[in-house]
């Protein structure tokens, strides 16, 4: 099942469980669409991959299937792995 993690990991912007703007890699990697047209051009920068949008769990089933609360933010930036191999 998916988290539903809480936040972009590039911008840290609020991603509740009904965004529309949420984006997640085949990896469950978190990141709004903003961030993903602007900064990472599509590509994940944890594992090279695509985005698709994030499914929109049902109000209903979020009492028994709570998204997580965990936040996740790079720490060391955000910028596609392309990018970083050629610094």
Not at 30 to 45: N, Q, R, S, Y
Not at 54 to 61: E, H, L, N, T, Y
């Amino acid at each position: 099942m998916l988290d539903l993690r809480p936040n972009c990991e590039c911008c840290d912007k609020d991603l509740p469980p009904d965004s529309a703007e949420a984006m997640i890699c085949t990896f469950e990697c978190t990141f709004c669409a903003d961030c993903i047209a602007d900064v990472l051009k599509g590509e994940c920068p944890n594992c090279g991959g695509n985005f698709a949008p994030r499914p929109i769990r049902p109000a209903s089933k979020l009492e028994k299937y709570p998204a997580s609360t965990k936040r996740v933010l790079k720490a060391e930036g955000c910028a596609p792995k392309a990018a970083r191999r050629n610094r």
